[in-house]
């Protein structure tokens, strides 16, 4: 009976047989011990970062052992010995987002320091399927960090059932529910301040609804602002537009240049994120509006997509990436024992980046900037 093996691991058409070669077999942690010299479990203390007693020169054994065989930690075993399984669940709005592409980053970077892998799930911000999510992440991981941006919702109330450790990110929860935001504010009052700076006296904000978190974060310090400037606002200037509506930032430049010439704004501050401030700036120029010889924009959260815009978009730059890593951070810490703060502020501030969509207003309603 004819057989394709032959003895030299070929095929009967002389090719290597692939199936016939033997397969590596991986280092154990008994392999390093046993070249370090020393009892397997001095090996499992050393790598595990454990408190240890050997000396100096034992250690540099071992670390030489690992680095000679190759040696990688086999992360399920290592989370039994630990009793957690060395994984962390990230919950995220939208995944294609660049304010929370940036989050994510972040988070990777600082559970990747730590030994620690991310399960990510979109949501949509859709109450019901962050509830359907938690469910499953719940028994697969040590905690959740969710970055929800809504303020209602069930899906806070399960997580806070399910009794996994966990963080906020992005927004902020209940009293007792810690949380990692960025300085919603300080970016605000840039904003308002360059535009003002430029004499506008008219500035109208496009804000998200108040179910979001950074949304009335960002309306209240628009307010105050303004009124530190001593601008006044009219209610008309206060645009409500969903970030999830294709066309939100239509429908709000559309309302805000019905609005009589005299009483028509001369800069609009887009706090409702990046999407509204592209819709924004489309439908401004859709529309006919010079930008920004009729009327300024400044959006919220960069990209550097943004310089290629027709005008380049100036913007507000917050620190995500590093949102993202300290949530992680704070979470890891939670898991050891250690107490964390109920809210973290990041101490790295807010950028204005400027760009061609903002100018001077024009001479017929600048006027002196207020004292």
Known sequence: MATNARADGRDSQG????A???RPRRPTLRDVARLAGVDPS????????QESRVRPETRARVLAAVAQLGYQPNQVARGLSLGRMLTLGVLIPSLTS??????IAGAERAACAADYVLLFAGTGDDDETMCRQL????????????????????ALQRLQQLGVPFILLN????EADPCVIGDDEEGTRLAVQHLAALGHRRIACICAPSVIDTAVRRRAAFLEAMAALGLAVEPAWLVVAS???????EAAVRALLGLPEAQRPTALFCAAGLTTSL???AALQRLGQRIPADVSVVGFDDSPLLDYLSPPLTTVRMPHAAMGARAVELLLAHLQGQQIPRETCLEERPKLVLRNSTGPASSDVCSPAPS
């Open 171 to 174: 927004r902020r929860g209940g």
């Open 42 to 49: 001095v090996v499992s203390r050393e790598l595990s970062g």
């Open 243 to 249: 970030p999830g509506d294709s066309q939100g930032g």
């Open 135 to 154: 469910g499953r992440l719940a028994h697969r991981v040590d905690g959740i960090v969710m970055a929800s941006a809504r303020r209602d919702g069930r």
């Open 279 to 281: 819709q924004t700036l």
């Open 20 to 22: 016939a070669r033997p």
């Open 98 to 103: 660049p304010a929370y592409a940036a989050m």
């Open 15 to 18: 090719r290597p047989n692939r």
